[in-house]
């Protein structure tokens, strides 16, 4: 498991839904297929409003010029209830296909939550403050797995983070497949 994300951050707001994430429209794309797979980070977050993505001061695209498919930010912090509504597993995949390596929010929707462990896709971590009032869009970070910490490089704060806990073997293994597999669950 990679013990250390850096990157920049894209802040987000409280009960940010898996429709808002990747609509049910983009979900004939088969993530299966490489050129489909793209797809999914090319509409990640084109559901969330600005308004509601609590972006300072108007709307920060998710994407910029550089690349339509890869998003310039590799963290995504949130609030409440991160991933609730349908159970579609299209939502961490859109994220992980836009290049998102991990989450930081104060809970989870348990579906989205578990979808991102045992598929592989991105670290789904809580943070033991809403940093959503702490962080802005753009600032730069590292997250120490192991550490338990967040630091904004941008502005100097620390932040604890919870510990991954009773998931870290199937993290490791990457993903509840290759878990199975290797604890003798599955041929
Ligand atoms: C099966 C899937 C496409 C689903 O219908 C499942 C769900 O609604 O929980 C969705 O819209 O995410």
Redesign the pocket.
């Known amino acids: 498991m990679e013990n250390i994300i850096k990157g920049k951050v894209f802040v987000l707001g409280d009960n940010i839904d898996?429709?808002q994430i990747i609509p049910?429209e983009y979900?004939t794309y088969n993530p299966a297929i490489p050129a489909e797979y793209k797809m999914f980070g090319k509409f990640a977050l084109c559901g969330v409003p600005p308004a509601q993505a609590g972006l300072p001061k108007g709307h920060i695209p998710f994407h910029d010029a550089t690349d339509e498919f890869i998003s310039p930010y590799r963290i995504i912090i949130g609030g409440k209830n991160f991933g609730c509504?349908?159970?579609?597993e299209?939502a961490p995949i859109a994220l992980a296909a836009a290049g998102i390596q991990a989450v930081v929010a104060e809970f989870y929707a348990r579906?989205f939550y578990r979808n991102s462990i045992n598929g592989g896709y991105l670290l789904p971590i809580e943070s033991k403050k809403r940093l959503v009032d702490e962080i802005c869009t753009g600032d730069e970070v590292t997250i120490d797995i192991g550490a338990g910490l967040l630091t904004n490089h941008t502005t100097g704060d620390k932040w604890e983070l919870a510990p991954l806990g009773e998931v870290v073997p199937i993290i490791e293994s990457g993903g509840i497949f290759n878990y199975a597999k290797k604890v003798g669950m599955l041929k």
């Open positions: 898996t429709d049910a979900l509504g349908s159970s579609r299209h579906i």
